[in-house]
């Protein structure tokens, strides 16, 4: 790669967070495209957090129906959070705290969403994640799904 003066970044998914020491080796630049939205990431950032509050992957089902605002996640209510099964809720969220930890470290972040769509995402995700931001979404409308004409 040295030879070769044509590789200027290494783009990778935040969940290939090991990619980051990659990027580092070869004294490239990452940039993290992330496939869903900006609300999601959040949620993922602060899962960890999340889990030592309770709300998160806990609780029974009435607790999980609760109307009570998520804090630094609003609007989002405890009813909001997806509910993953797993046994092992805090492996699960160290990996996620893995990957915004290196996700903070990016040059750039690409996202598939707009900003008129996550304004206010954006403006909390900016606070923890400075890095320039991209919005190339929504992807749907870039690359519609191939429909096969009926024989």
Same mark, same amino acid.
């Given at each position: 790669m040295s030879e070769d003066d044509g590789v200027a970044c290494l783009i990778?998914?935040?969940q290939w967070f090991g990619t @980051?020491?990659?990027a580092v080796g070869l004294k490239l630049p990452r940039i &993290?495209?992330?496939?869903s939205s900006i609300s999601s990431f959040l949620l993922f950032a602060k899962s960890l957090a999340l889990l030592d509050t309770g709300c998160?992957? @806990?609780?029974s089902d009435?607790?999980?129906?609760?109307?009570?605002? &998520?804090?630094g996640l609003e609007p989002l209510k405890v009813k909001d959070l997806p509910k993953l099964l797993t046994s092992e809720p805090q492996g699960v969220c160290k990996v996620l705290e893995l990957m915004a930890k290196a996700?903070?470290?990016?040059?750039a972040l690409i996202?598939?969403?707009?900003?008129e769509l996550e304004e206010h995402d954006l403006e909390v995700l900016s606070q923890d994640f400075p890095n320039p931001h991209f919005f190339i979404g929504p992807f749907h409308?870039?690359?519609p799904a191939h429909h096969q004409a009926a024989s």
């Amino acid at each position: 790669m040295s030879e070769d003066d044509g590789v200027a970044c290494l783009i990778t998914d935040a969940q290939w967070f090991g990619t @980051q020491s990659v990027a580092v080796g070869l004294k490239l630049p990452r940039i &993290v495209h992330r496939t869903s939205s900006i609300s999601s990431f959040l949620l993922f950032a602060k899962s960890l957090a999340l889990l030592d509050t309770g709300c998160f992957w @806990q609780g029974s089902d009435e607790e999980r129906k609760s109307e009570t605002l &998520v804090q630094g996640l609003e609007p989002l209510k405890v009813k909001d959070l997806p509910k993953l099964l797993t046994s092992e809720p805090q492996g699960v969220c160290k990996v996620l705290e893995l990957m915004a930890k290196a996700t903070k470290r990016a040059q750039a972040l690409i996202w598939n969403t707009f900003k008129e769509l996550e304004e206010h995402d954006l403006e909390v995700l900016s606070q923890d994640f400075p890095n320039p931001h991209f919005f190339i979404g929504p992807f749907h409308k870039y690359f519609p799904a191939h429909h096969q004409a009926a024989s």
